[in-house]
C-alpha cells in the first residue's frame, strides 16, 4: 500500500520558532519559494489535507489545481495555551515544565490536547485512507 505523507510548508510561526497547531495560517513566502522549487515525481490517485490553510496551499504549490478531500482528523496537535507562543516565552510556565517533561498524555496543554489524543484520531484517520493517497498535513500528525 502506498500513501504519500507530506508536511505542508513553513509558515511565519514556524519560522519565529512558535507552537502552531490550531491557529489557521498561510504558507509564509519562504514557505512557497521552497514549495515552487521542488519537483515531486509521484502520481497520487487522490489527495487529502487536513484543511487548514497551510496544508491546502501546500497541495496547490505541488500539484495544481487538484480536487481534494478534507479530514480535520489529520490537524496538528491543539496547543491550547502554548499556542502561537515560544519556548523562550514558556519556560518558566510550571504547566509547560510539566508538558515538556514527558508524560504527555497526564501533562496536557491547558485548553489544549495531548500527544496521545492527536496520535489516537490521525491513526484511526490513516487507517480508512485508500492506497495511493497523497495527505498533506502536519508534522506531529506525521510522528504519530
Known sequence: MSI????????LANEAHLYCGSTDLPLSPAGVGELEALHYDIHP??????????????????FGDVSFSVD???REVDFGNFEMKSY???KGDPAYQAWI??????NVPP?????A???????????????????VCHGGVIAA
Open 88 to 90: 523562550d516565552r514558556l
Open 101 to 106: 517533561a514527558g508524560d504527555n498524555e497526564a
Open 45 to 62: 490517485a487522490r489527495f487529502v489535507t487536513s484543511g487548514m490553510r497551510r496544508t491546502d496551499e501546500t497541495l496547490k504549490a505541488l
Open 117 to 135: 489524543q492527536m496520535t489516537r484520531r490521525a491513526l484511526a484517520a490513516y487507517r480508512e485512507l485508500p492506497d495511493g493517497t497523497a495527505l
Open 72 to 74: 480535520a482528523r489529520f
Open 111 to 115: 485548553h489544549g490536547e495531548s500527544g
Open 4 to 11: 504519500y505523507l507530506i508536511r505542508h510548508g513553513k509558515t
